[in-house]
């Protein structure tokens, strides 16, 4: 029997999926146009999200018992809000607002905050995250220019050390 700790986290997590394929399928952001071919079958980026999500829910609620550890569950949080914490966009905003008003125990981490804060980019992940959010964020108004200019020069840094 998994603990009760581990249960009131996976439903959560059960939760937070299906505010995400709500949000993804009111906003879907292009997601719905995008074809790509999946172990032969054809979808859109929309309909993958959206059933690898209720994969998650399925494989999370009736796994086998030695996974059922806090451990293993918080790489599959990790899995589902990767999109949602590193993403810009409206699909993106509606998902953290029906968290907020669901009540549910997630927060959007500021990545970026952190990284301008310490005033370097210490690794290749935080490398391929800014690069991956500095434009959105920017067309998003969450960076100012001056954000945008500081971030440039990091990135610059960190490509100078990388050579």
């Not at 603990?3 to 059960?14: C, G, Q, V």
């Not at 059933?51 to 796994?63: F, G, M, P, S, T």
């Amino acid at each position: 029997m998994a603990s009760k700790k581990y249960i009131e986290a996976r439903d959560n997590l059960i939760k937070a999926i299906d505010l995400a394929n709500e949000a993804l399928l009111r906003y879907p952001n292009g997601k719905d146009k995008q074809k790509f071919v999946y172990d032969g079958v054809s979808y859109t980026e929309l309909e993958w999200m959206i059933k690898w999500h209720n994969e998650i829910k399925d494989r999370r609620l009736n796994e086998e018992k030695k996974y059922e550890t806090l451990q293993s569950l918080k790489y599959t949080i990790e899995d589902v809000f990767t999109y949602f914490q590193e993403g810009a966009g409206p699909d993106v905003n509606e998902f953290w607002r029906l968290i907020k008003e669901a009540n549910l125990p997630y927060e959007r981490e500021n990545k970026l905050e952190k990284i301008m804060n310490r005033g370097r980019i210490r690794n290749d992940i935080e490398y391929d995250y800014v690069i991956d959010t500095i434009v959105p964020f920017q067309q998003e108004g969450i960076l100012s220019n001056d954000d945008v200019k500081k971030l440039n020069e990091m990135i610059e840094k960190f490509e100078s050390k990388r050579r």
